[in-house]
């Protein structure tokens, strides 16, 4: 059985990590149904070679959506597209889960707790919505601009963070 053809393209300037941007499109091709269940991916080096990245960085996104369960590695055999992502509770199925899910990881690998990154995604959302142009808002139909407040500010202070 030959491998796919991963039909993806890697932007560096995006601003997006490279490593996330393949784990989202490989999640995406697998979700969407464009892989199916045992479909064999490529092996880490040659998709490296073929998007022009790290080895290390396709080998992580391999480890991180195998521990997932969209692909399953077979010693010796390859790498398969699976399905056991779907008999799991609670694991990303669309972009926009798989989005929240990697800023949830981030925030916790830099130390914020759990029970404080509800509250400072509706901060910067009031934050959003205080600092937007007021011809944004007219287009909307939000009455009024309220100009930035120091809200920010003051719970870096209460958090001991100093910009």
Sequence with gaps: MQPLSVPLSIDSSSGI????QLRNRLIYLITSG???KGDRLPTVRNLAVELGINFNTVSKVYRDIERDGYIASRQG???FVSDEYTRREGVAVTETD?????????????????DDI??????RLMLTEETRSPDA???????GYAAPTASA??????????H
Aim: hydrophobic fraction near 40%.
């Design 17 to 20: 990590p490279l490593w996330l």
């Design 34 to 36: 464009h892989f199916r």
């Design 77 to 79: 055999a390859g790498t």
């Design 98 to 114: 798989l989005v929240i899910d990697e800023f949830i990881r981030e925030c916790l690998e830099i130390g914020v707790p759990k």
């Design 118 to 123: 509800a509250g400072l995604v509706i901060e």
């Design 137 to 143: 808002q007219e287009e909307n139909g939000d009455a």
């Design 153 to 162: 500010a003051r719970r870096e202070a209460s958090l001991g963070r100093r």
